[in-house]
């Protein structure tokens, strides 16, 4: 508030005080929105798959193991001066304490022991101061057993010379005379691939550089030996790379190993293998282990317990250990290296910790452990600190425990670690490094005690987004929660099946793992379990989903598993989501499932999925769709049985040929293409038989007459703007089929001998610079065009078709294709574009079909010709197609080449602005539709379908498969999205610091200071009305204006197009296509979310309703969602010449259109038209909820309604205003009808107070005031004659009234005329056209006209009142 207090402006009137302001904002924020869900604002597909970095490509084991120990104990080598005392400990022996073979074969034994701890499955083998053939000897024997499996070679060389620099290490002879080099080279060779080798000597470094020089020194030879077949190395089998294997070394090429006498001399081997003995004793060497009273060397051997019982405190220590390595290795190490050195191999994870345990420790002494692949430095990480802790809490406890037997109590390190990980959940910002506790998350759940918190926190760090469940993948953490579904803890479940559904949702390839381990069961029993909540149950149902979709063996488990019978016991659960979920797992494990469907069938399944379609939530109705769809488009085995239930399916799902939402018409349309290609030769039949009859049946077609009011625009003004292309329209579909005459008209128009038609100039584009920009798409190979299926609808709905097919049950089969006809024509793009394919695929099949059977009765040659290129040629000249194909397209395909049917290579839509591929076509296909008599069904009704199809000249396989492949919408994988992204996130628009939502506010602002100040001048009373504040040329002809509620744009429709104009500054914002077809004319606007994000409402006289989005914004408008809102207004019953017969006589004038009125508080939309219904919509379900018969023989020419008292006013035609209360029975609801006037009733208001009166105008002026309890008007003024247009300002008591006689003359309420406007300002006083539309803003003192002559002006109030 304390905004508002500052803007002074705002504070001018002493009659508004802060209460009122605080109401006006309250009343915005409680406004519902409509449309402006995720289905309206996001493209109905999956996401983009991830690349599956985590799961290890191979998994290996460490098979053998040789240990050369090169000790000679007794004799040191020349070529290092020990100091004294100097190191003696090797595998913490003191070799000169017993008699040196007995030393060396102890301390073999004991290096045995101390890697058995790593690895005890591994073989390993010992050579105890060998010569070089017994090195020879026992690599190549380990190699041969290990097969592909990785070997180590572990070298100890303190009692021989250091490595040289030639690549050289030492061994002995025979006799222990002399010390022999053995060569890095022959090493590799024996050795072989995968290996891993530690090296503990001094300068080791050397090693692992001559290692690599020698490495590549054999990639040359293999190169050259390649080239040259004559090469010794050309014969050989080729050696495995040497780039696979690793390195530990002890130090660098230029560091002596240290030999302070407090360490063991096998310092490195000690880290690699003891790592927990060798830490603790280093801890006590540090100065800081004087804070640990009473701990020494001596007390560290006596630690209870073992390495492997993590409940004792050694054990504890080690988990720790592991802990704390694993994390900083994830932290440091790029992930591929981390998963090659960390997760792959059991042994090398171990020594590769253990590495970085040595790396700390040795370079206290000025050595630096080296390897291969090298790894950056990891000493000084801060996990370290957390390590010495754990060790300090543990030593401080021991000497009370080892004198005084007191209990051990565990370490807080992983309590505090878990904190340290819920504190970077609940701080932290959107983009930041991972959190560095998630490997230690996952030794957590290793443990009972914290298990139940990690999870709860792993689940809420999955929930982040997909790259959560990557990262966490990576880190290793699928073996762990696989497991944990054999916990039979119920406690666990609900984090159990949040963590699975996050990983499913993001990877669906672990469903197999999943079938494997039996994992279904426990979501299965999950699912079950009506204990579970609502939404646990939706992920478990989900995650059940996810196992059964496009998987087999996931179907086949599922289906034992009971899961449909479990499935339909939730079907009505009053969750919606899990309805939704249930429906799609159904569709899921019967689709291309047969015994699945035949147990739905025992169930009745798909009778109890019947009621989902009327499900008040779009999805759920949408996965019922679905469900139904897979449930027809299956079964294998064609017994009457199954056929009369798929009859009885399609006759369900038709019904839903009108509902509001897009999302569900196009699934509808997928499912229905189940239906057709199942049984695709009785579809046949009925294709020809429509394309006979809509041949024969001359339909009286608006689109042949030319309207003079149309063909002005493109052709008189060469100022019109190129129109904006728009987005939904892929690349408007409509646009072009409607404006640009289809070539492939010809297709169905052509006569036998396959000559051209003559086209009337009608039927060619009026608007071919407007199509030209929006981008054609490549519609012209369709054997039925948008023009030709349009005709064909309107052709089916008055002939009787069912007398002209002969076998009554096809009636099922003209239904549907009927229902395809008419979603070919549905408004929403995506929509009709899905049923054009389904038609065109049919089509195609029988022409082709037909054409055979032609070819082989008459055997003549003439009526199967190809049209040669030229002629084909004129006919795209005729059609008016920007686009010339290719003459190769001229010729037919075969009958058998129907795989490479048109739609075969069609892609899913293509991307938005590349036009879809597709094969070329022949456009003569068509012409040869022949009668049905002489079309041949060799397919009998109840046949098993395409395997037993093989007397069919055409085979019809490759394109059944087609269609059924790839006829799919994205609705699952859009819905699976859900569980990919955050959930516990609070949504944007309720953060209180986002952007979303600080716009918002500034919106509610703004309304409120439009509502005050125009507040205050209405309340001051407006005298005259007549200032011109805005005139501009508009692009065409206005037939509707509408103000946007609280900014300075006016939206302006012509007969198919709406333009945008910004009338403070006085430019044009937007202009763009409203998509619909020739014959009709747009006849109504609404904005809906105008005191928000706006959308516009655009109503057409055929019943389409449209809703846009972005536009007047310098982005594409793009279409939210568009549906039939009145069905039985077709455009056949309205009149041809409108525009002229508009201004003589209502009557005549076929028509009111479409008229709309918009309740924002409820989400409502009232509709009617030339129909004998007000039909209401509620936007937020996408259904209708009510058809409110009118009782009137005439069209309703205006509605308004008043949410608070449930009312609805219509005027009609035939001069009455009827009252109705929708809060009654139909035919009980209307309750007042006044038939006071005696014409078509130009507007009927209801005054939004609890008393407002009703006023109602007629064409001959009158104006009527009516009390809606009393039965007669309670005032009556006359106004101008020859009225066309009028509207009433909610707000200052005014109205306006245009005439056809070319002027607007505005009146208070009293009746006295306070304006009359004749001449527009400035242009040499041009006088105004006929009056076409006219508008009031909702709260300013502006009025908006628009004139025959394509004027738009607005007209206010004298500057000194604004």
């Given at each position: 508030m304390a905004l508002m207090k500052m803007d002074t402006e705002l504070l001018h009137s002493p009659v508004v005080g802060l209460a009122e302001e605080e109401e006006a904002d309250m009343s915005d924020w409680n406004l519902p929105l409509a449309f402006m869900k995720k289905r309206h604002s996001e493209k109905i597909e999956g996401s983009k798959a991830l690349a599956q970095s985590w799961r290890m490509k191979d998994r290996m084991k460490t098979v053998s193991v040789a240990l050369v120990l090169c000790l000679n104990v007794g004799v040191d080598p020349p070529d290092v001066v020990k100091t004294s005392p100097c190191a003696r400990l090797e595998c913490w022996i003191d070799p000169l304490s017993m008699s040196p073979q007995k030393a060396l074969e102890t301390i073999g034994a004991n290096l045995q022991k101390q890697y058995e701890n790593w690895q005890p499955r591994a073989r390993y083998k010992q050579s105890l101061d060998p010569t070089v053939d017994e090195v020879k000897k026992l690599c190549t024997s380990l190699r041969r057993n290990a097969k592909e499996e990785r070997v180590l070679f572990h070298y100890n060389g303190h009692g021989v010379p250091r490595p040289t620099v030639n690549g050289e290490i030492w061994v002995f002879n025979k006799n222990y005379t002399q010390y022999i080099p053995l060569s890095i080279y022959d090493l590799q060779t024996w050795m072989g691939s995968p290996s891993i080798f530690v090296y503990d000597c001094s300068n080791a470094g050397i090693i692992v550089k001559s290692f690599k020089q020698f490495a590549l020194q054999r990639e040359q030879e293999l190169e050259v030996a390649a080239i040259n077949p004559n090469h010794p190395l050309a014969q050989m089998p080729l050696p495995p790379s040497m780039k696979n294997c690793i390195q530990l070394a002890a130090c660098e090429a230029t560091e002596l190993l240290p030999m302070n006498p407090d360490l063991p001399a096998d310092l490195f081997t000690s880290c690699l293998t003891t790592p927990i003995k060798i830490a603790l004793r280093w801890f006590c060497m540090q100065k800081s282990a004087k804070l640990v009273p009473g701990v020494t060397l001596d007390l560290i051997e006596k630690i209870p317990g073992r390495l492997n019982d993590r409940r004792t405190p050694l054990g504890e220590l080690n988990w720790i250990f592991t802990a704390i390595t694993d994390t900083i290795a994830w932290n440091v190490l790029p992930r591929d290296l981390f998963q090659k050195l960390f997760r792959q191999d059991l042994l090398v994870a171990s020594l590769f910790r253990n590495f970085l345990l040595a790396e700390r420790i040795m370079r206290s002494y000025n050595c630096t452990p080296v390897s291969s692949p090298r790894l950056p430095p990891t000493y000084m990480h801060a996990m370290w600190q957390a390590w010495d802790l754990a060790?300090?809490?543990?030593?401080?406890?021991?000497?009370?425990?080892?004198?005084?037997?007191?209990?051990?109590?565990?370490?807080?390190?992983?309590?505090?670690?878990?904190?340290?990980?819920?504190?970077?959940?609940?701080?932290?910002?959107?983009?930041?490094?991972?959190?560095?506790?998630?490997?230690?998350?996952?030794?957590?759940?290793?443990?009972?005690?914290?298990?139940?918190?990690?999870?709860?926190?792993?689940?809420?760090?999955?929930?982040?987004?997909?790259?959560?469940?990557?990262?966490?993948?990576?880190?290793?953490?699928?073996?762990?929660?696989?497991?944990?579904?054999?916990?039979?803890?119920?406690?666990?479940?609900?984090?159990?099946?949040?963590?699975?559904?996050?990983?499913?949702?993001?990877?669906?390839?672990?469903?197999?793992?999943?079938?494997?381990?039996?994992?279904?069961?426990?979501?299965?029993?999950?699912?079950?379990?009506?204990?579970?909540?609502?939404?646990?149950?939706?992920?478990?149902?989900?995650?059940?989903?996810?196992?059964?979709?496009?998987?087999?063996?996931?179907?086949e488990a599922c289906l034992q598993g009971n899961l449909i019978a479990i499935c339909l016991e939730q079907l009505n659960d009053p969750h919606p989501l899990l309805r939704q979920w249930v429906a799609i797992c159904l569709g899921r494990i019967w689709q291309n499932f047969d015994s699945a469907r035949w147990c739905g069938v025992r169930d009745s399944a798909h009778e109890k999925l019947y009621s989902l379609l009327s499900d008040p939530i779009p999805e759920v109705r949408c996965a019922a769709v679905f469900a139904l769809g897979t449930f027809v488009g299956n079964s294998a085995e064609r017994t009457d049985h199954s056929t009369t239930i798929d009859h009885n399916v399609a006759m369900m799902l038709a019904q839903l040929i009108n509902d509001g939402s897009p999302v569900v018409r196009k699934e509808l349309v997928v499912a229905l293409s189940h239906l057709v290609v199942q049984y695709e030769s009785n579809f046949c039949t009925v294709a020809l038989q429509f394309m006979e009859e809509e041949k024969s049946y001359a339909v009286p077609s608006p689109a042949n007459t030319t309207e003079p009011g149309n063909l002005t625009p493109v052709k008189d003004s060469p100022a019109i703007p190129r129109l904006r292309s728009v987005n939904s329209y892929t690349n408007i579909r409509a646009a072009t089929t409607a404006r640009n005459l289809n070539k492939s008209l010809q297709n169905l128009n052509l006569n036998e001998e396959g000559g051209p038609v003559v086209f009337s100039p009608g039927n060619l584009s009026t608007s071919s610079s407007a199509s030209s920009t929006l981008g054609s798409p490549d519609n012209d190979e369709y054997i039925l065009s948008f023009e030709t299926i349009d005709k064909m609808r309107r052709v089916s709905s008055y002939s009787s078709l069912n007398s002209l097919i002969g076998v009554s049950f096809n009636s099922v089969y003209t239904q549907i294709?009927?229902?395809?006809?008419?979603?070919?024509?549905?408004?929403?793009?995506?929509?009709?574009?899905?049923?054009?394919?389904?038609?065109?695929?049919?089509?195609?099949?029988?022409?082709?079909?037909?054409?055979?059977?032609?070819?082989?009765?008459?055997?003549?040659?003439?009526?199967?010709?190809?049209?040669?290129?030229?002629?084909?040629?004129?006919?795209?000249?005729?059609?008016?197609?920007?686009?010339?194909?290719?003459?190769?397209?001229?010729?037919?395909?075969?009958?058998?080449?129907?795989?490479?049917?048109?739609?075969?290579?069609?892609?899913?839509?293509?991307?938005?602005?590349?036009?879809?591929?597709?094969?070329?076509?022949?456009?003569?296909?068509?012409?040869?539709?022949?009668?049905?008599?002489?079309?041949?069904?060799?397919?009998?009704?109840?046949?098993?379908?395409?395997?037993?199809?093989?007397?069919?000249?055409?085979?019809?396989?490759?394109?059944?498969?087609?269609?059924?492949?790839?006829?799919?919408?994205?609705?699952?994988?859009?819905?699976?999205?859900?569980?990919?992204?955050?959930?516990?996130?609070?949504?944007?628009?309720?953060?209180?610091?986002?952007?979303?939502?600080?716009?918002?506010?500034?919106?509610?602002?703004?309304?409120?200071?439009?509502?005050?100040?125009?507040?205050?001048?209405?309340?001051?009373?407006?005298?005259?009305?007549?200032?011109?504040?805005?005139?501009?040329?508009?692009?065409?002809?206005?037939?509707?204006?509408?103000?946007?509620?609280?900014?300075?744009?006016?939206?302006?429709?012509?007969?198919?197009?709406?333009?945008?104009?910004?009338?403070?500054?006085?430019?044009?914002?937007?202009?763009?296509?409203?998509?619909?077809?020739?014959?009709?004319?747009?006849?109504?606007?609404?904005?809906?979310?105008?005191?928000?994000?706006?959308l516009l409402l655009t109503a057409t006289d055929d019943g389409a309703l449209r809703i846009w989005k972005n536009f007047a914004d310098q982005r594409n408008p793009e279409m939210v969602t568009a549906w039939q809102g009145l069905s039985d207004m077709l455009p056949t019953t309205r009149g041809l010449a409108r525009r002229v017969s508009i201004y003589l006589d209502r009557s005549k004038q076929g028509g009111a259109g479409m008229v709309v009125d918009w309740e924002q508080e409820t989400g409502l939309l009232m509709t009617s038209g030339d129909v004998r219904i007000i039909r209401i919509w509620d936007t937020e379900r996408e259904t209708k909820v009510q058809d409110i018969p009118t009782g009137a023989d005439s069209c309703v020419t205006s509605l308004s309604c008043d949410p608070q008292r449930s009312l609805i006013v219509a005027g009609l035609g035939d001069g009455s205003v009827r009252v109705y209360d929708r809060r009654m029975a139909p035919n009980e609801c209307r309750v007042m009808t006044y038939r006071e006037h005696g014409a078509w009733v130009v507007k009927a208001h209801l005054q939004r107070e609890t008393d407002g009166h009703i006023i109602s105008v007629s064409v001959n002026g009158d104006v009527r005031f009516f009390e809606t309890r009393v039965p007669e008007s309670v005032n009556v003024l006359q106004t101008v004659k020859g009225l066309t247009a009028l509207d009433i300002h909610p707000q200052a008591n005014l109205f306006a009234c245009g005439s056809m006689n070319q002027f607007i003359a505005v009146y208070n309420s009293n009746g006295d005329v306070i304006s009359n406007i004749k001449y527009y300002d400035g242009f040499m006083g041009q006088r105004i056209g006929a009056i076409s539309c006219l508008a009031f803003h909702p709260y300013w003192p502006h009025l908006a006209v628009g004139s025959n002559d394509y004027y738009m002006s607005i007209y206010s109030a004298e500057k000194r009142l604004r």
């Open positions: 060790v300090d809490i543990c030593l401080s406890q021991l000497p009370t425990i080892i004198e005084e037997g007191t209990a051990f109590r565990h370490s807080p390190f992983f309590a505090e670690q878990l904190t340290a990980f819920q504190v970077w959940l609940t701080m932290g910002v959107e983009n930041r490094n991972p959190p560095e506790q998630l490997p230690i998350v996952l030794q957590v759940l290793l443990s009972q005690v914290h298990r139940l918190r990690a999870l709860d926190l792993l689940g809420r760090f999955l929930d982040l987004g997909p790259w959560a469940v990557s990262l966490a993948l990576s880190v290793g953490i699928f073996p762990y929660v696989l497991k944990l579904l054999q916990s039979s803890a119920r406690e666990l479940r609900p984090l159990l099946v949040f963590i699975w559904a996050k990983i499913l949702a993001v990877d669906s390839s672990c469903q197999a793992d999943l079938v494997k381990d039996n994992g279904h069961k426990y979501f299965l029993s999950v699912l079950a379990d009506p204990y579970m909540p609502a939404e646990h149950r939706t992920m478990a149902v989900f995650i059940l989903a996810v196992i059964v979709n496009n998987y087999n063996t996931g179907q294709w009927r229902v395809l006809l008419h979603l070919a024509a549905d408004p929403f793009p995506e929509v009709s574009d899905l049923a054009m394919k389904v038609l065109n695929s049919i089509a195609y099949k029988a022409t082709m079909n037909a054409r055979s059977q032609r070819i082989l009765d008459c055997g003549s040659s003439t009526q199967s010709a190809p049209a040669s290129p030229t002629s084909k040629g004129t006919h795209i000249h005729q059609a008016g197609s920007k686009r010339c194909s290719s003459p190769s397209s001229g010729s037919p395909p075969m009958p058998s080449a129907s795989s490479s049917s048109l739609t075969n290579e069609v892609p899913k839509p293509p991307a938005r602005d590349a036009p879809p591929a597709r094969p070329p076509y022949t456009p003569t296909l068509g012409g040869q539709a022949p009668h049905s008599h002489q079309f041949p069904r060799t397919r009998k009704m109840f046949d098993k379908g395409p395997d037993q199809a093989a007397e069919d000249g055409d085979d019809p396989t490759p394109h059944r498969n087609y269609i059924s492949a790839t006829m799919q919408t994205g609705l699952c994988d859009w819905s699976a999205k859900y569980f990919a992204q955050p959930v516990m996130k609070i949504p944007e628009e309720h953060d209180v610091e986002s952007q979303v939502r600080k716009e918002r506010e500034w919106r509610f602002l703004r309304n409120a200071r439009v509502r005050r100040q125009s507040q205050r001048i209405t309340q001051r009373g407006v005298s005259r009305l007549d200032d011109q504040i805005f005139i501009n040329r508009n692009p065409g002809v206005p037939s509707v204006v509408k103000f946007h509620p609280f900014n300075p744009c006016i939206a302006v429709a012509d007969k198919d197009s709406i333009c945008f104009w910004d009338w403070e500054k006085g430019e044009r914002l937007d202009y763009f296509y409203n998509g619909n077809p020739r014959y009709t004319r747009i006849t109504a606007m609404e904005y809906l979310n105008g005191h928000d994000c706006s």
